[in-house]
């Protein structure tokens, strides 16, 4: 029951930490019907960016560990969707009116552009978070001992995504990004700059991917240059599974994904642990395509 | 001068041509309808006026002020607002939402809530189903609330691209009287329609399109009596 349980509050953590880098590959479908190939490499920006300004700045030495990370967390955020808003600005929009796989094929340009960069500037081997910047601190929860930092990145990925679902679903600038993504030439004619929207939506992606890189490095201590392409895998899983294109889908995809990871290993076999991951990801387009909450409301003709 | 000027239009999709320059003017207040087969280049011409397509030749003027440069989300705050051919309301996103859009680019709250207030009185249906998704109503409701939607801009010319399209003969009579009624609060409209007996009923002025020229422009009430119009668009003589 106790290793049930460990697992469980694992899989919690994981599976927040790959729904917020499965936001970002949705959001970006909703609007551009493009998967963002080059996603899961401004994770590992995310990872890195975190990494030097938390060494470089001692953040946590002059706010201690709590206000430190809090502002850390808003710096990498902040500059992972800046270097979002510019990959859209040159790899995707000269070719808004071009097939499909143009912008597909700049993706992976993109992304290996991405991971070369990174390589170049830090090297290709691991690089190794600060230890005790988060008090090595285990909680007593009901008995169950569990490691402080798994409870602040199940807490932080969940506040990130209450907001974020809170902003689309109640503000003004929600509502159009909403309505961008189902018709952008009706969103047009209300006067919505779709551009805009498309530049929001490539902030705050990348921003929650980068969130959860440096949620990565933090949870398990080490990064390197080539990890964005399994996380970024993991939560294209998790958006598929959801419904691509549906936030809430995202969230509940990126969850359920990460617990039935963990619990997988755990009782399976720990070897099998990533192919659990695609063997969902081929049952659900096998079983369902369209995702759990994929379609919900069948549009009238 | 007229409120709206369009000269000399061109209008290509790739390499064909689909408007080959038409010339339009339209009066403050009027209500000028636009006849025309299908693919005679109707949606064409407001999608135009709306900025979503770009001419390649010609220019359309606000005032003489030239409209025809602007992306379409700023056509929209010049006030001119389409209601487009298919509804295309958001059918995920709920009544209210899709109302609230509607006046995405509205600057006052109060005359924001006047013009829902009127919508609500006009359309007592959109009240009822107003936190219902838009994707949800009758096509019929789905026409009033694109109607509704173009309305909460506050427009002072409205683009109808065939409202009373799929409707039950009674609620294109409401839709039409409602036009009418909004005509009458001083919007402009330029309509356009396959049931032109109704339009040119309504209407002051009206132009005649065939395969992307205007070859007719008339007062509504002369086209109504003109012999190539009747057999043409009115279904031969009455
Ligand atoms: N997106 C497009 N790409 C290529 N050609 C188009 C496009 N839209 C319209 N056309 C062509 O332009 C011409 C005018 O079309 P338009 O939709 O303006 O006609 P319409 O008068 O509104 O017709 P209807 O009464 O059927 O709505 C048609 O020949 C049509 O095939
Ligand atoms: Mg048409």
Redesign the interface.
């Known amino acids: 029951m106790e290793q049930f349980f460990q697992q469980l509050t694992n899989g919690l953590a994981v599976g927040g930490i790959y729904a917020l880098i499965a936001l970002g590959y949705t959001m970006v479908y909703g609007v551009l019907k493009l998967i963002n190939f080059a996603h899961g490499d401004l994770f590992t920006i995310g990872s890195y960016l975190g990494l030097t300004l938390l060494t470089s700045m001692a953040l946590t030495d002059k706010l201690g560990p709590f206000f430190g990370i809090l502002l850390l967390a808003v710096m990498v955020m902040i500059l992972v969707g800046i270097v979002g808003i510019l990959l859209d600005q040159v790899a995707y929009r000269p070719l808004r009116e071009s097939p499909r796989l143009s912008a597909v094929v700049s993706a992976l340009g993109a992304s290996i552009f991405f991971q070369n960069t990174i390589m170049l500037i830090y090297g290709a081997s691991f690089h190794v978070y600060p230890q005790n910047i988060l008090p090595r601190m285990v909680v007593n929860v009901f008995g169950l001992h569990i490691p402080m930092i798994r409870i602040l990145v199940l807490l932080a990925s969940v506040v990130m995504m209450l907001a974020l679902y809170t902003f689309i679903q109640k503000t003004?600038i929600g509502?159009?990004i909403?309505?961008a993504a189902?018709?952008q030439?009706?969103?047009?004619?209300?006067?919505?700059?779709?551009n805009g929207v498309i530049m929001i939506v490539f902030f705050i992606g990348p921003a929650l991917g980068g969130a959860a890189g440096l949620m990565v490095g933090l949870y398990y201590g080490q990064v390197n240059f080539t990890m964005g392409w399994i996380y970024g895998l993991k939560a294209f899983t998790a958006a598929i599974l959801g419904g691509i294109g549906n936030i809430p889908g995202a969230m509940v995809g990126g969850i359920l994904l990460g617990v039935i990871e963990a619990l997988g290993a755990a009782y399976i076999s720990i070897a099998w642990k990533d192919a659990i991951a695609f063997l969902v990801l081929i049952l659900i387009l096998i079983v369902r395509p369209t995702g759990l909450l994929g379609e919900?409301?069948?549009?009238?003709i | 001068m007229a409120l709206l000027e369009v000269k000399n239009l061109h209008v290509k999709y790739g390499n064909v041509e689909a408007l080959h320059g038409i010339d339009i003017e339209v009066n403050e207040g009027e209500i000028v309808t636009i006849l025309g087969a299908n693919g005679a280049g109707k949606s064409t011409t407001l999608m135009t006026l709306?900025?979503?397509i770009k001419p390649s030749e010609g220019e359309i003027l606000l005032e003489g002020k030239p409209l025809h440069r602007l992306?379409?989300?700023?056509v929209?705050?010049e006030r001119i607002?389409?209601s487009?051919e298919g509804r295309?309301?958001?059918?995920?996103?709920t009544v209210r939402?899709n109302l609230?859009?509607?006046a995405?680019?509205a600057k006052d709250p109060k005359q924001t809530e006047t013009n829902r207030k009127w919508i609500y009185e006009l359309f007592p249906r959109l009240q009822e189903r107003r936190q219902q998704?838009a994707?949800?109503?009758s096509?019929g409701e789905?026409q009033m609330l694109a109607i509704g939607?173009a309305l909460m801009?506050n427009p002072r010319i409205l683009l109808l691209d065939e409202p009373s399209l799929g409707l039950a003969p009674i609620l294109v009579k409401t839709i039409f009287d409602t036009i009418r009624q909004i005509n009458e609060t001083g919007v402009t409209v330029i309509l356009v329609e396959q049931n032109a007996r109704v339009a040119l009923k309504l209407a002051h002025r009206g132009y005649v399109m065939e395969v992307g020229r205007i070859v007719m422009q008339d007062f509504a009430s002369a086209l109504l009596s003109n012999p190539e119009v009747i057999n043409a668009y009115l279904g031969g003589k009455d």
Not at chain 1, 185 to 194: E, R
């Open positions: 003004t509502t159009a909403r309505a189902e018709d030439g009706a969103a047009k004619l209300m006067g919505i700059d779709v919900r409301v069948a549009e009238k | 709306s900025g979503i992306p379409a989300h700023k929209v705050r607002t389409q487009p295309r309301v958001f059918g995920t996103l939402e609230n859009l509607g995405f680019t998704l994707g949800t109503l096509g789905q939607r801009s």
